[in-house]
């Protein structure tokens, strides 16, 4: 399975973007998408995810209210749209795969990664 991530820029507090992750390969049985997020000096950070069953989404709590998943299965992609972007929401943002799980939160549950897109949020 290869992930690519990509939709990431330069956007001031209070604006939008729209992180895109495609996914090539077979992935048997369910298996969760996750975004995750990585700043300079931190460790990555669960954004949210969503299972691949039923399209149940769940969100961490920084980005409740904000950030919202959606899933294209004809194109093999998931999108990220995060709205009212903060400062503090700067970072590398990862799309991964979970194989097995029906939701993943921790890391170490995920199998595949994408390389990742840089989203910076100043004015």
């Known amino acids: 399975v290869q992930l690519e991530a990509f939709g990431g820029g330069l956007v001031t507090p209070g604006g939008y973007l729209r992180l895109s992750c495609k996914a090539s390969g077979f992935i048997s049985g369910d298996y969760a998408i996750g975004w995750f997020r990585q700043a300079p000096g931190k460790e990555r950070e669960w954004v949210l995810c969503?299972?691949?069953?039923?399209?149940?989404?769940y969100y961490g709590d920084s980005v409740k209210g904000r950030f919202s998943m959606s899933r294209d299965n004809a194109k093999n992609t998931v999108y990220l749209q995060m709205n009212n972007l903060k400062p503090e929401d700067t970072a590398v943002y990862y799309c991964?795969?979970?194989?097995?799980?029906?939701?993943?939160?921790?890391?170490?549950?995920?199998?595949?990664w994408g390389q990742g897109t840089q989203v910076t949020v100043s004015s």
């Open positions: 991964g795969v979970a194989s097995g799980y029906y939701a993943a939160i921790h890391v170490e549950n995920y199998d595949y």
């Open positions: 969503i299972s691949s069953s039923d399209g149940a989404t």
